[in-house]
């Protein structure tokens, strides 16, 4: 609609149409709901998981959870991942969300991190799929409020937090959103602009270095 809108608008003021069925209208913005861990949170979470104190299915849920903290993967795009996608320091893929409209291929970085999480999920595989028997979608979202609970964090997780934690960290501790947009794979940095709330709080942050100067 907004698009919807410019164009209108441009078309009244060329004089193509008479009145601007816009001129009092206004698009509501509506903030994203966007639920992140935080670092000290996130190392809750580690703590957890290499404590070996889980059951099973708790345990491998976490650690798929983790898995998308690090990678910044959709749920549906880590579930497609093949080991053949990755070398020593990246992986490539293709996001299903952009399957129909010829998507670029996306090469993210593999932190130390994912490296570790890699070598315990796939030990000496070489081919085939990444994660093999994943509970399904619902059940791994129950689990992760049960971890949430044992690990002492106020929040309801579910799988969409790893990636936006993913998101957050890094732009957190880079500021570079360019970058980020590429490695999410969004197609327009609008996309990417949900994690503005980041460079906000990092120029509250930097505006903190003139507090030594007195007046």
């Not at 971890?147 to 501790?173: C, M, N, P, S």
């Amino acid at each position: 609609m907004a698009i919807l809108k410019k164009y209108v608008r441009l078309a009244y003021k060329d004089g193509y149409i008479d009145e601007n069925p816009f001129e009092e209208w206004k698009i509501r913005k509506v903030k994203s709901n966007c639920v992140y861990l935080v670092e000290n949170e996130l190392n809750l979470l580690i703590d957890l998981y290499k404590s070996g104190e889980l059951e099973y299915p708790l345990h491998r849920t976490l650690e798929f959870f983790l898995f998308l903290c690090f990678s910044s993967l959709h749920v549906s795009d880590a579930k497609q991942l093949k080991l053949e996608q990755f070398n020593a320091t990246t992986f490539t893929y293709y996001r299903i969300k952009l399957r129909n409209s010829k998507p670029e291929p996306i090469v993210v970085p593999i932190s130390q991190p994912l490296q570790m999480l890699m070598t315990n999920i796939v030990g000496t595989r070489k081919k085939g799929p990444v994660f093999e028997k994943l509970l399904p979608d619902q059940t791994m979202n129950r689990y992760l409020k049960e971890i949430a609970a044992i690990a002492g964090i106020d929040k309801t997780i579910t799988h969409k937090v790893g990636r936006h934690t993913f998101a957050t960290l890094y732009l957190r501790k880079t500021k570079d959103i360019a970058a980020l947009k590429e490695i999410l794979g969004h197609s327009d940095i609008s996309e990417t602009l949900i994690y503005a709330h980041v460079l906000e709080e990092s120029k509250l942050e930097g505006i903190r270095c003139f507090d030594s100067f007195f007046i």
